[in-house]
């Protein structure tokens, strides 16, 4: 007889082995047919055995076979015409036959030859094969659940400490700053267009968006005559930081009106207007600078570097505005300008409310 390597799958509620029983009857068989299709074999299982509840090998235990034999059942076609059958209770008995049977008539000859086999072992009439053969996980008496051990008895819970309360959130930062600029033509000729500071208030939102609004004023000599160049630029951008630096960003746009004193009496611009027009513009600054945190605010310097354009209405934007107060004097303001400088701010936060906790 031969042995077959066998794989069970599918739970089966087992009787616990005790020993071979005075008589065997078998309540429950599970199939495994191999190439057979079940939905063939089995008809012809149930009519040869009426009294044996016949399932595929991963279905269900019937509930009445709980606590009775069960069997498992493989078929297993070799070549051509050559099936092997092995049949496995669970008591650790096994009986191997092999058979010959047409695919056609492969149903009718393995239900009867599995029939006559379990009606000879029902009847002691046939020796096992094997004894005590290594059952599958389904087949053993499951292991009694351990005792519960006891439950330790509770410790007195520590007094709940106070949680903190939130923080409040940033809507915004605000950052008033003053500065000092210097400012170079970049026309024809570098030249300088003067030397000043002012005073700016720039605010960022917590994902970075920046506003600034500030003046600026500027003087210089220049011939003999002093200018004084006032402006004042909204802008807008973007405020990245990283750590202890940031970079601001801005494009502003600006008004400047200047001012020539000590100018001779009569005296006009190239266009024959006895002032010069206020200095329309936009400027890109760059403000690379570092945060230090002192408490609830944050101190900040910068170096601020714009590069800006600025004329007088109905002139052309390459060349600075010229302004002759007399035959032999000439000065220049706006065009395209260079300005760095230093300034220093504090970055103060704005914060709302206390976030309410959300209801369940």
Request: proline share 11%.
């Amino acid at each position: 007889m031969l042995c077959l390597p066998l794989s069970f799958a599918g739970a089966l509620a087992l009787a616990p082995p005790s020993g071979e029983p005075e008589q065997t009857r078998v309540c429950d068989l599970a199939v495994r047919s191999g190439e057979l299709p079940y939905a063939e074999l089995a008809p012809a299982v149930e009519l040869r055995l009426p009294g044996v509840r016949v399932r595929a090998a991963d279905g269900g235990v019937d509930p009445s076979c709980e606590g009775q034999t069960h069997a498992h059942v493989e078929l297993r076609q070799l070549e051509g015409s050559r099936w092997e059958l092995a049949l496995i209770l669970s008591d650790g008995r096994a009986w191997y036959r092999g058979l010959d049977a047409d695919p056609e008539l492969a149903p009718r000859a393995l239900s009867t030859a599995l029939a006559n086999l379990v009606a000879a072992i029902e009847d002691d009439a046939v020796e096992a094969d094997a004894e005590d053969v290594e059952r599958p996980a389904e087949l053993l008496e499951p292991e009694p659940e351990p005792e519960p051990e006891p439950e330790p008895e509770a410790e007195p819970e520590p007094a709940p400490k106070a949680e903190p309360e939130p923080e409040r959130p940033v809507l915004f930062e605000l950052a008033p700053q003053a500065h000092a600029a210097a400012l170079f033509g970049l026309g024809s000729e570098f030249e300088s267009h003067g030397f000043g500071g002012g005073l700016g208030l720039d605010l960022r939102m917590p994902r970075g968006l920046g506003v600034s609004v500030g003046a600026r004023v500027l003087g210089v000599r220049d011939d003999g005559l002093d200018i004084v160049r006032t402006r004042v630029h909204l802008g807008a951008g973007w405020i990245p930081r990283w750590s202890l630096f940031e970079l601001p960003i801005y494009l502003a746009a600006h008004v400047e009106p200047w001012t020539v004193e000590d100018r001779i009496e009569d005296a006009a611009d190239e266009d024959g207007d006895d002032d010069p027009s206020p200095l329309l513009g936009a400027t890109l600054r760059v403000e690379p600078g570092l945060r230090f945190e002192l408490g609830a605010v944050a101190l900040r310097v910068a170096v601020p570097i714009e590069l800006g354009l600025s004329v007088e209405p109905g002139r052309t934007l390459s060349e600075p505005t010229s302004y002759s107060p007399a035959p032999d004097q000439s000065i220049h303001a706006g065009g395209v300008e260079l300005g760095v400088g230093l300034s220093l701010g504090v970055w103060i936060p704005v914060r709302g409310g206390r976030r309410r906790p959300r209801s369940p």
